[in-house]
Protein backbone atom coordinates (compact mmCIF):
# COMPACT_ATOMS: atom_id res chain seq x y z
CA UNK A 1 0.00 0.00 0.00
CA UNK A 2 2.81 2.39 0.95
CA UNK A 3 4.51 1.70 -2.51
CA UNK A 4 1.65 2.26 -4.08
CA UNK A 5 0.96 5.94 -2.57
CA UNK A 6 4.43 6.54 -3.47
CA UNK A 7 4.26 5.70 -6.96
CA UNK A 8 0.80 8.05 -7.00
CA UNK A 9 2.81 10.85 -5.01
CA UNK A 10 5.59 10.73 -7.52
CA UNK A 11 3.03 11.15 -10.32
CA UNK A 12 1.33 14.23 -9.25
CA UNK A 13 4.70 15.81 -8.52
CA UNK A 14 6.07 14.86 -11.75
CA UNK A 15 2.70 16.27 -13.14
CA UNK A 16 2.62 19.63 -10.86
CA UNK A 17 6.67 19.66 -11.88
CA UNK A 18 5.35 19.80 -15.71
CA UNK A 19 2.80 22.16 -15.25
CA UNK A 20 4.94 24.81 -13.75
CA UNK A 21 7.87 24.36 -15.46
CA UNK A 22 5.67 25.07 -18.67
CA UNK A 23 4.00 28.33 -16.79
CA UNK A 24 7.48 29.65 -16.36
CA UNK A 25 8.68 29.23 -19.58
CA UNK A 26 5.43 30.86 -20.63
CA UNK A 27 6.70 33.81 -18.29
CA UNK A 28 10.01 34.27 -19.59
CA UNK A 29 9.05 34.05 -23.20
CA UNK A 30 5.76 36.32 -22.61
CA UNK A 31 5.54 38.55 -25.45
CA UNK A 32 5.86 42.29 -23.96
CA UNK A 33 5.47 45.26 -26.23
CA UNK A 34 6.27 48.45 -25.75
CA UNK A 35 3.99 51.07 -25.16
CA UNK A 36 4.98 52.34 -28.64
CA UNK A 37 6.57 50.95 -31.57
CA UNK A 38 7.70 52.36 -34.90
CA UNK A 39 7.06 49.50 -37.33
CA UNK A 40 9.33 49.08 -40.24
CA UNK A 41 7.16 50.05 -43.80
CA UNK A 42 8.40 47.56 -46.88
CA UNK A 43 8.04 48.41 -50.42
CA UNK A 44 7.18 52.28 -49.13
CA UNK A 45 7.37 54.16 -52.70
CA UNK A 46 8.76 57.78 -52.69
CA UNK A 47 7.83 61.12 -50.83
CA UNK A 48 6.33 62.96 -53.26
CA UNK A 49 3.17 64.14 -54.41
CA UNK A 50 2.85 61.21 -56.50
CA UNK A 51 2.15 59.43 -53.99
CA UNK A 52 0.60 61.28 -51.52
CA UNK A 53 -3.40 61.54 -50.72
CA UNK A 54 -5.20 63.93 -52.80
CA UNK A 55 -8.05 66.19 -51.83
CA UNK A 56 -11.72 65.41 -53.34
CA UNK A 57 -10.42 62.18 -55.19
CA UNK A 58 -12.20 59.18 -54.09
CA UNK A 59 -10.26 56.93 -51.99
CA UNK A 60 -11.35 53.23 -51.41
CA UNK A 61 -10.50 51.36 -48.17
CA UNK A 62 -11.00 47.86 -47.02
CA UNK A 63 -11.38 46.29 -43.98
CA UNK A 64 -11.34 42.34 -43.47
CA UNK A 65 -10.69 40.00 -40.05
CA UNK A 66 -9.66 37.09 -42.51
CA UNK A 67 -9.78 34.74 -39.32
CA UNK A 68 -5.94 33.41 -40.28
CA UNK A 69 -7.23 32.17 -43.38
CA UNK A 70 -8.82 29.21 -40.75
CA UNK A 71 -12.30 30.08 -39.46
CA UNK A 72 -13.87 29.55 -42.84
CA UNK A 73 -17.79 28.21 -43.19
CA UNK A 74 -16.74 24.44 -42.32
CA UNK A 75 -15.15 25.90 -38.71
CA UNK A 76 -16.27 26.15 -35.66
CA UNK A 77 -14.07 27.29 -32.78
CA UNK A 78 -13.92 26.60 -29.09
CA UNK A 79 -13.91 30.19 -27.46
CA UNK A 80 -17.25 30.36 -29.04
CA UNK A 81 -18.57 27.09 -27.65
CA UNK A 82 -17.62 24.53 -30.75
CA UNK A 83 -14.55 22.26 -30.37
CA UNK A 84 -11.51 23.20 -32.82
CA UNK A 85 -9.13 25.19 -32.40
CA UNK A 86 -7.48 24.81 -36.19
CA UNK A 87 -8.30 23.45 -39.46
CA UNK A 88 -7.85 19.42 -40.02
CA UNK A 89 -5.16 20.29 -43.15
CA UNK A 90 -2.58 22.22 -45.11
CA UNK A 91 -4.70 22.05 -48.26
CA UNK A 92 -7.72 24.01 -46.41
CA UNK A 93 -5.67 27.16 -44.67
CA UNK A 94 -4.23 27.26 -48.33
CA UNK A 95 -7.82 27.06 -50.08
CA UNK A 96 -9.03 30.01 -47.65
CA UNK A 97 -6.04 31.76 -48.46
CA UNK A 98 -6.55 31.59 -51.80
CA UNK A 99 -10.05 32.88 -51.67
CA UNK A 100 -9.23 35.77 -49.00
CA UNK A 101 -6.49 36.85 -51.72
CA UNK A 102 -9.16 36.76 -54.80
CA UNK A 103 -11.34 39.12 -52.61
CA UNK A 104 -8.66 41.84 -51.82
CA UNK A 105 -7.60 41.43 -55.47
CA UNK A 106 -10.91 42.35 -56.84
CA UNK A 107 -11.63 45.02 -54.66
CA UNK A 108 -8.28 46.87 -55.69
CA UNK A 109 -8.54 49.06 -52.43
CA UNK A 110 -6.15 52.02 -52.20
CA UNK A 111 -6.00 51.40 -48.21
CA UNK A 112 -6.39 47.27 -47.35
CA UNK A 113 -6.62 46.75 -43.19
CA UNK A 114 -6.27 43.09 -42.27
CA UNK A 115 -6.46 41.67 -38.98
CA UNK A 116 -5.84 38.44 -37.96
CA UNK A 117 -3.18 37.34 -40.17
CA UNK A 118 -0.65 34.85 -39.28
CA UNK A 119 2.91 34.26 -39.81
CA UNK A 120 4.63 30.97 -39.22
CA UNK A 121 1.78 29.74 -36.55
CA UNK A 122 1.13 26.27 -35.38
CA UNK A 123 -2.76 26.67 -35.63
CA UNK A 124 -2.44 27.48 -39.33
CA UNK A 125 0.22 25.36 -40.23
CA UNK A 126 3.11 27.68 -40.45
CA UNK A 127 1.60 29.33 -43.73
CA UNK A 128 3.21 33.01 -44.09
CA UNK A 129 0.05 35.24 -44.21
CA UNK A 130 1.74 38.33 -44.05
CA UNK A 131 4.26 37.04 -46.71
CA UNK A 132 1.95 36.28 -48.88
CA UNK A 133 -0.23 39.47 -49.00
CA UNK A 134 3.20 41.49 -49.54
CA UNK A 135 3.51 39.53 -52.89
CA UNK A 136 -0.33 39.96 -53.47
CA UNK A 137 -0.03 43.71 -52.92
CA UNK A 138 3.69 44.76 -53.35
CA UNK A 139 2.98 48.26 -52.25
CA UNK A 140 4.10 49.93 -49.04
CA UNK A 141 2.72 47.62 -46.06
CA UNK A 142 3.32 47.44 -42.27
CA UNK A 143 2.47 44.65 -40.00
CA UNK A 144 2.15 45.10 -35.84
CA UNK A 145 1.72 41.46 -33.96
CA UNK A 146 -0.70 41.51 -31.10
CA UNK A 147 -0.34 37.83 -30.38
CA UNK A 148 2.69 35.76 -29.87
CA UNK A 149 3.37 33.14 -27.83
CA UNK A 150 5.39 30.36 -27.91
CA UNK A 151 2.55 27.86 -27.40
CA UNK A 152 -1.29 28.63 -26.72
CA UNK A 153 -2.22 25.22 -24.91
CA UNK A 154 -5.84 25.50 -25.87
CA UNK A 155 -8.32 23.94 -26.66
CA UNK A 156 -7.62 21.16 -23.87
CA UNK A 157 -7.37 18.89 -26.55
CA UNK A 158 -3.85 18.21 -27.90
CA UNK A 159 -5.08 17.37 -31.82
CA UNK A 160 -6.70 20.91 -31.06
CA UNK A 161 -4.20 22.86 -29.96
CA UNK A 162 -3.09 26.05 -31.36
CA UNK A 163 0.43 25.78 -30.33
CA UNK A 164 3.14 28.28 -31.50
CA UNK A 165 1.25 31.56 -32.73
CA UNK A 166 2.37 34.72 -34.55
CA UNK A 167 0.01 37.13 -35.28
CA UNK A 168 -1.06 40.65 -36.38
CA UNK A 169 -2.57 43.53 -37.98
CA UNK A 170 -1.47 44.43 -41.22
CA UNK A 171 -1.96 47.69 -42.77
CA UNK A 172 -1.44 48.03 -47.16
CA UNK A 173 -1.58 51.73 -49.24
CA UNK A 174 -0.77 53.13 -52.40
CA UNK A 175 0.51 55.94 -50.65
CA UNK A 176 3.40 56.92 -49.25
CA UNK A 177 3.33 56.13 -45.46
CA UNK A 178 5.25 58.74 -43.66
CA UNK A 179 5.46 57.05 -40.28
CA UNK A 180 3.60 53.26 -38.93
CA UNK A 181 3.69 53.47 -35.33
CA UNK A 182 1.98 50.28 -32.96
CA UNK A 183 0.34 52.01 -30.10
CA UNK A 184 -0.32 48.99 -26.93
CA UNK A 185 -3.65 49.28 -25.72
CA UNK A 186 -4.42 49.54 -21.97
CA UNK A 187 -5.72 46.35 -20.19
CA UNK A 188 -4.69 42.45 -19.79
CA UNK A 189 -5.95 39.75 -18.43
CA UNK A 190 -5.21 38.56 -15.15
CA UNK A 191 -1.74 36.17 -14.54
CA UNK A 192 -1.37 33.70 -15.87
CA UNK A 193 -3.83 34.21 -18.44
CA UNK A 194 -2.25 37.07 -20.21
CA UNK A 195 0.94 34.48 -20.98
CA UNK A 196 -0.80 33.06 -23.81
CA UNK A 197 -3.83 35.86 -24.75
CA UNK A 198 -3.52 38.83 -27.14
CA UNK A 199 -1.88 41.73 -26.69
CA UNK A 200 -3.98 44.35 -28.55
CA UNK A 201 -2.76 47.46 -30.38
CA UNK A 202 -3.51 49.99 -32.51
CA UNK A 203 -1.29 50.67 -35.99
CA UNK A 204 -1.50 54.03 -36.85
CA UNK A 205 -0.42 54.71 -40.08
CA UNK A 206 0.25 58.60 -41.70
CA UNK A 207 -0.20 59.29 -45.01
CA UNK A 208 0.80 63.38 -46.85
CA UNK A 209 -2.36 65.28 -48.06
CA UNK A 210 -1.18 67.05 -51.11
CA UNK A 211 -1.46 70.57 -51.40
CA UNK A 212 -1.98 70.76 -47.52
CA UNK A 213 0.03 70.20 -44.15
CA UNK A 214 -2.97 67.97 -42.87
CA UNK A 215 -1.66 64.02 -43.10
CA UNK A 216 -3.99 61.07 -43.60
CA UNK A 217 -4.12 59.33 -40.12
CA UNK A 218 -5.20 55.70 -40.87
CA UNK A 219 -5.85 53.97 -37.66
CA UNK A 220 -6.15 50.01 -37.51
CA UNK A 221 -7.69 47.87 -34.67
CA UNK A 222 -8.60 44.62 -33.21
CA UNK A 223 -10.37 45.24 -30.10
CA UNK A 224 -11.12 42.76 -27.44
CA UNK A 225 -13.55 40.04 -27.78
CA UNK A 226 -13.71 37.34 -24.80
CA UNK A 227 -13.72 39.79 -21.80
CA UNK A 228 -16.26 41.13 -19.89
CA UNK A 229 -16.37 44.33 -21.96
CA UNK A 230 -14.62 46.25 -19.43
CA UNK A 231 -11.17 45.94 -21.68
CA UNK A 232 -12.88 47.05 -24.45
CA UNK A 233 -14.42 49.91 -22.70
CA UNK A 234 -10.83 50.57 -21.96
CA UNK A 235 -9.54 50.19 -25.23
CA UNK A 236 -12.09 52.76 -26.95
CA UNK A 237 -11.52 54.98 -24.55
CA UNK A 238 -7.52 55.15 -25.83
CA UNK A 239 -8.81 55.13 -29.12
CA UNK A 240 -11.08 57.99 -28.46
CA UNK A 241 -8.40 59.79 -27.20
CA UNK A 242 -6.18 59.48 -30.08
CA UNK A 243 -8.77 60.28 -32.08
CA UNK A 244 -9.36 63.51 -30.49
CA UNK A 245 -5.80 64.58 -30.71
CA UNK A 246 -5.56 63.89 -34.62
CA UNK A 247 -8.44 65.89 -35.43
CA UNK A 248 -7.52 68.30 -32.83
CA UNK A 249 -4.19 69.06 -35.52
CA UNK A 250 -6.59 69.56 -38.27
CA UNK A 251 -5.52 65.83 -39.82
CA UNK A 252 -8.19 63.59 -41.73
CA UNK A 253 -9.07 60.52 -39.43
CA UNK A 254 -10.21 57.23 -40.25
CA UNK A 255 -10.57 54.40 -37.82
CA UNK A 256 -11.19 50.93 -39.46
CA UNK A 257 -11.51 47.01 -38.34
CA UNK A 258 -12.92 44.51 -36.27
CA UNK A 259 -14.04 46.49 -33.07
CA UNK A 260 -15.69 43.16 -31.92
CA UNK A 261 -18.86 45.70 -30.16
CA UNK A 262 -21.92 46.44 -32.09
CA UNK A 263 -21.68 49.41 -34.37
CA UNK A 264 -24.80 52.08 -33.19
CA UNK A 265 -27.42 51.13 -36.20
CA UNK A 266 -27.36 47.88 -35.56
CA UNK A 267 -28.27 48.13 -31.93
CA UNK A 268 -31.18 50.42 -30.01
CA UNK A 269 -31.53 50.03 -26.44
CA UNK A 270 -35.20 49.07 -24.89
CA UNK A 271 -35.80 51.03 -21.49
CA UNK A 272 -37.10 48.37 -18.73
CA UNK A 273 -37.73 48.76 -15.08
CA UNK A 274 -34.64 46.99 -14.82
CA UNK A 275 -32.63 49.29 -17.00
CA UNK A 276 -31.40 49.47 -20.63
CA UNK A 277 -31.45 46.39 -22.38
CA UNK A 278 -29.98 46.20 -25.99
CA UNK A 279 -31.70 44.97 -28.86
CA UNK A 280 -29.89 43.98 -31.44
CA UNK A 281 -30.61 43.96 -35.33
CA UNK A 282 -29.12 40.74 -35.81
CA UNK A 283 -30.98 39.15 -32.80
CA UNK A 284 -28.81 37.47 -29.84
CA UNK A 285 -30.34 34.23 -30.02
CA UNK A 286 -29.04 32.39 -26.74
CA UNK A 287 -28.16 34.22 -23.58
CA UNK A 288 -25.21 31.95 -23.58
CA UNK A 289 -24.21 33.19 -26.69
CA UNK A 290 -20.87 35.73 -27.27
CA UNK A 291 -22.32 39.17 -26.77
CA UNK A 292 -21.02 41.82 -28.88
CA UNK A 293 -21.83 44.78 -26.65
CA UNK A 294 -23.00 48.04 -28.45
CA UNK A 295 -20.08 50.73 -29.38
CA UNK A 296 -21.23 53.50 -27.83
CA UNK A 297 -21.89 56.34 -30.07
CA UNK A 298 -22.52 58.92 -28.22
CA UNK A 299 -18.82 60.73 -27.57
CA UNK A 300 -18.10 60.37 -31.53
CA UNK A 301 -20.99 62.10 -32.23
CA UNK A 302 -20.43 64.82 -30.00
CA UNK A 303 -16.84 65.35 -31.17
CA UNK A 304 -17.40 65.72 -35.28
CA UNK A 305 -17.14 61.73 -36.03
CA UNK A 306 -19.38 59.47 -37.80
CA UNK A 307 -20.09 55.90 -38.43
CA UNK A 308 -19.83 53.79 -41.47
CA UNK A 309 -21.31 50.29 -41.56
CA UNK A 310 -23.49 48.54 -43.62
CA UNK A 311 -25.80 46.57 -41.51
CA UNK A 312 -28.02 44.47 -44.56
CA UNK A 313 -25.25 41.92 -44.56
CA UNK A 314 -23.87 41.01 -41.04
CA UNK A 315 -20.14 40.95 -40.64
CA UNK A 316 -19.83 38.33 -38.60
CA UNK A 317 -21.27 35.05 -36.97
CA UNK A 318 -20.23 32.96 -34.22
CA UNK A 319 -18.53 30.19 -34.64
CA UNK A 320 -20.26 27.62 -31.75
CA UNK A 321 -21.11 25.73 -34.83
CA UNK A 322 -19.97 25.71 -38.57
CA UNK A 323 -22.12 27.89 -40.82
CA UNK A 324 -25.47 26.64 -41.37
CA UNK A 325 -25.93 27.21 -45.04
CA UNK A 326 -29.75 25.48 -44.95
CA UNK A 327 -30.98 27.27 -41.91
CA UNK A 328 -29.17 30.42 -41.98
CA UNK A 329 -31.86 31.22 -39.18
CA UNK A 330 -29.76 29.01 -37.43
CA UNK A 331 -26.59 31.25 -37.52
CA UNK A 332 -25.40 33.65 -34.99
CA UNK A 333 -24.67 37.20 -36.78
CA UNK A 334 -23.20 40.40 -35.62
CA UNK A 335 -22.28 43.94 -36.98
CA UNK A 336 -18.57 44.64 -35.38
CA UNK A 337 -16.58 45.18 -38.55
CA UNK A 338 -16.45 49.37 -40.36
CA UNK A 339 -14.89 52.45 -39.54
CA UNK A 340 -15.02 56.21 -38.25
CA UNK A 341 -14.38 58.69 -39.66
CA UNK A 342 -13.57 62.29 -38.90
CA UNK A 343 -15.85 65.69 -39.88
CA UNK A 344 -13.72 66.61 -42.75
CA UNK A 345 -14.26 63.15 -44.90
CA UNK A 346 -16.84 62.86 -46.98
CA UNK A 347 -18.17 59.42 -46.82
CA UNK A 348 -19.38 58.34 -50.55
CA UNK A 349 -20.41 54.71 -50.09
CA UNK A 350 -19.81 51.69 -47.44
CA UNK A 351 -20.64 47.88 -48.12
CA UNK A 352 -20.31 45.18 -46.36
CA UNK A 353 -19.30 42.32 -49.02
CA UNK A 354 -21.50 39.48 -48.99
CA UNK A 355 -19.24 36.60 -49.08
CA UNK A 356 -20.95 33.88 -47.27
CA UNK A 357 -18.36 33.14 -44.82
CA UNK A 358 -16.47 31.52 -47.11
CA UNK A 359 -13.02 31.50 -45.94
CA UNK A 360 -13.45 33.68 -42.81
CA UNK A 361 -15.65 34.14 -40.26
CA UNK A 362 -15.63 37.81 -41.24
CA UNK A 363 -17.63 39.36 -44.44
CA UNK A 364 -15.23 41.98 -45.73
CA UNK A 365 -16.24 45.91 -45.70
CA UNK A 366 -15.45 48.46 -48.10
CA UNK A 367 -16.04 52.59 -48.07
CA UNK A 368 -15.44 54.91 -50.30
CA UNK A 369 -14.64 58.51 -49.22
CA UNK A 370 -13.31 61.82 -50.10
CA UNK A 371 -10.92 64.15 -48.43
CA UNK A 372 -12.58 67.82 -48.51
CA UNK A 373 -10.54 70.55 -48.95
Known amino acids: ?85 RMDSLAEVETNLSGISTIIETVDA ?27 LPIASTLAYNYRCIFVPFPFN ?11 IA ?11 RIQLPGSFSWPLRLANLKRCMVITRVPVEGSDQELVIINVHLS ?44 MN ?20 EAFPLAGDWFLENNFHFAADISTPTCRLLHQPLDTENPENNQYYVIDGFIISDNIKLESVETLNEGFRYSDHNPVMMEIRLNP
Open 158 to 168: VTQMMGKVNSG
Open 1 to 85: MKKVLKIFLLIVCLILVVIIGFILTLQIFEYRPALETELSITNNPDDTSDYWAKQNETIRILTFNIGYASLSETEDFAMDGGSKG
Open 171 to 181: TFTDFHQSEAI
Open 271 to 290: TTDEGEIPVYYYELKNPDFW
Open 110 to 136: NITLLQEVDEDSHRSYNTLQYSRFQQL
Open 225 to 268: AYDDGEMRLQETDALKNLMAVERENGNYVVVGGDFNQTFPDAVS
